[in-house]
């Protein structure tokens, strides 16, 4: 019998009850689960011309044929308008509306398909394809020096960008190209010889009043991912409206106003 | 049970560690997308909301329109700011938020409380007396008026200037070699300036974005960052 008590004893359960404890976890789980936000916004930097130098200039600068108009309408509508010579301004026969996305008959194949000289690469194509190889590169680094690295590959994109193209060769980066255009951009005398770049585009974003915010980050997210390398936010003229209220579908009045007087 | 605790442990050390809590805003807005991968700057950031609101809805006057809303990371900021217009540019509310030229405690504690500023001066001091169920509505059906002063600066642009200066006061003391209520790295990791972002809504009309940035570069301000929501690339066709 004492023998039996005894083994009795050793046998007695010793289970801790984790109910509490996991009632407490559910709890607190809830709550950072309702409390906290998982998706980081993202910042696009965006820089507007101080409004004092307003770059009237170079404006005129650009060519006709590099130049690649934007329109941003209403009902989420993007129109692109490119014309080959000046004297064809305000013909709206240029006028095409496209799509947002990749795919055909997109914003993003009208611009990189776009090739004023016939250029064996289109400009744009070139330029990414130029970004591509730095991309790979910079993959392609150690991790341990990431901030030099980054610090390279910004100074070599914001350059890819501006046509200097040879920066990159071969999948990597052409060190000889790189540390000369680093001389040139910190030395104030040294004056750039456009002959010797490659074709940039600009782009013109002219978004009508009624069109949305979102329509406006999208073509400004466009623009870094064709890396076009000067772009500009311009407000829509009596031209612009009178240009659209010619083509069919886009649905914009004709301006009041006479469109004689130049408005800026 | 214990495998649905360890998962339980797990679940919880992940959200804990990840935590990025929700800032308490009245008004909230949708952000568009990009494919952008800078992240925003932890600290010193000036937001701008902006969030569209539809006028005289169902009617042949309707019409979107964009309320402006500010906030920032620093209450101190907030509140010499308020401070700062107060006593410069807008005295003739002074009264309302000091007595004797003593800070009427119960308007500013309340001040420093609220996270966005979003109602025209003159009816801040009456604004702040309400109870918070009033405040959410009138925060709604408010913003900071965009449109100029007798042909001056707009209240929208007193403010993000006062903002402005009011970091840079705070960040002048709390730097002073004198102040050890911060570390010496912990001085040097402050920014300097506060970052503009604008975080706008998707259906923002752009008439009012164009509005704020005008008004932003007629005080000198000509870069910000636009707040986004990442989005994967689509893989282009044929590669």
């Known amino acids: 019998m004492a023998k039996k008590k005894e083994s009795k004893q050793k046998k007695m359960n010793v289970r801790v009850d984790f109910t509490p404890m996991v009632d407490m976890m559910m709890l607190l789980i809830t709550f950072f689960m309702l409390c906290t936000s998982l998706a980081k916004p993202q910042a696009m930097q965006l820089t507007m011309p101080a409004k004092q130098d307003a770059p009237k200039d170079q404006k005129e600068k650009s060519k006709t044929e590099l130049t690649v108009d934007v329109y941003l309408l209403p009902d989420n509508k993007i129109y692109t308008y490119i014309v080959s010579k000046a004297e064809q301004y305000g013909d709206p026969e240029f006028l095409e509306e496209v799509t947002w996305?990749?795919?055909?008959?997109?914003?993003?194949?009208?611009?990189?398909?776009?090739?004023?000289?016939?250029?064996?690469?289109?400009?744009?194509?070139?330029?990414?394809?130029?970004?591509?190889?730095?991309?790979?590169?910079?993959?392609?680094?150690?991790?341990?020096?990431?901030?030099?690295?980054?610090?390279?590959?910004?100074?070599?994109?914001?350059?890819?960008?501006?046509?200097?193209?040879?920066v990159v060769s071969n999948n990597s980066l052409n060190k000889a190209k790189y540390d000369e255009y680093d001389r040139q951009s910190k030395d104030p005398n040294f004056v750039e010889d456009t002959e010797k770049l490659a074709t940039t585009i600009n782009v013109n974003i002219?978004?009508?009043?009624?069109?949305?915010?979102?329509?406006?980050?999208?073509?400004?997210?466009?623009?870094?991912?064709?890396?076009?390398?000067?772009?500009?936010?311009?407000?829509?003229?009596?031209?612009d409206l009178t240009l659209l209220s010619k083509k069919e579908g886009t649905g914009v009045q004709a301006p009041a106003a006479a469109p004689a007087a130049p408005t800026e | 049970m214990t495998p649905m605790s360890d998962v339980m442990v797990l679940l919880l050390t992940f959200f804990m560690l990840s935590a990025n809590f929700v800032k308490n805003e009245v008004v909230k807005v949708v952000t568009p997308s990009s494919q952008t991968e800078s992240k925003v700057p932890k600290s010193a950031t000036l937001d701008i909301m902006i969030k569209p609101d539809t006028l005289n809805k169902g009617t042949a006057q309707?019409?979107?329109?964009?309320?402006?809303?500010?906030?920032?990371?620093?209450?101190?900021?907030?509140?010499?700011?308020?401070?700062?217009?107060?006593?410069?540019?807008?005295?003739?509310?002074?009264?309302?938020?000091?007595?004797n030229n003593v800070k009427v405690e119960k308007l500013?504690?309340?001040?420093?409380?609220?996270?966005?500023?979003?109602?025209?001066?003159?009816?801040?001091?009456?604004?702040?007396?309400?109870?918070?169920?009033?405040?959410?509505?009138?925060?709604?059906?408010?913003?900071?008026?965009?449109?100029?002063?007798?042909?001056?600066?707009?209240?929208?642009?007193?403010?993000?200037?006062?903002?402005?200066?009011?970091?840079?006061?705070?960040?002048?003391?709390?730097?002073?070699?004198k102040n050890e209520t911060l570390s010496a790295s912990e001085k040097a990791e402050l920014p300097?300036?506060?970052?503009?972002?604008?975080?706008?809504?998707?259906?923002?009309?752009?008439?009012?974005?164009?509005?704020?940035?005008?008004?932003?570069?007629?005080?000198?301000?000509?870069?910000?960052?636009?707040?986004?929501?990442?989005k994967k690339p689509v893989e282009e066709k044929g590669e």
């Open chain 1, 206 to 239: 002219k978004p009508l009043d009624d069109s949305t915010y979102d329509n406006l980050v999208t073509i400004l997210d466009e623009m870094a991912i064709c890396c076009i390398g000067t772009y500009r936010i311009s407000n829509v003229n009596v031209d």
């Open chain 2, 192 to 230: 300097t300036k506060l970052d503009i972002c604008i975080k706008a809504d998707k259906e923002t009309p752009y008439s009012t974005f164009k509005l704020v940035i005008n008004e932003l570069q007629d005080i000198m301000e000509s870069r910000y960052k636009l707040l986004t929501q990442y």
């Open chain 2, 62 to 99: 309707e019409k979107i329109i964009g309320r402006v809303f500010l906030a920032t990371d620093k209450v101190v900021t907030m509140e010499n700011a308020l401070d700062t217009l107060l006593t410069k540019d807008f005295t003739k509310y002074k009264k309302d938020f000091y007595n």
């Open chain 1, 101 to 166: 996305g990749t795919g055909k008959g997109s914003i993003r194949e009208k611009l990189v398909t776009y090739n004023p000289y016939k250029d064996a690469v289109a400009p744009i194509q070139a330029i990414m394809n130029a970004k591509k190889q730095l991309d790979a590169w910079v993959v392609a680094q150690p991790k341990a020096n990431k901030d030099v690295n980054d610090s390279i590959y910004e100074h070599a994109l914001s350059w890819i960008r501006k046509g200097k193209l040879d």
């Open chain 2, 108 to 177: 500013w504690t309340t001040f420093k409380a609220e996270t966005q500023i979003g109602v025209p001066m003159k009816d801040l001091a009456a604004f702040l007396g309400k109870t918070h169920e009033e405040m959410v509505k009138d925060l709604k059906a408010g913003g900071v008026p965009l449109d100029s002063i007798d042909g001056g600066m707009s209240e929208f642009q007193f403010w993000v200037k006062a903002l402005k200066a009011g970091y840079k006061k705070w960040y002048k003391d709390v730097t002073d070699e």
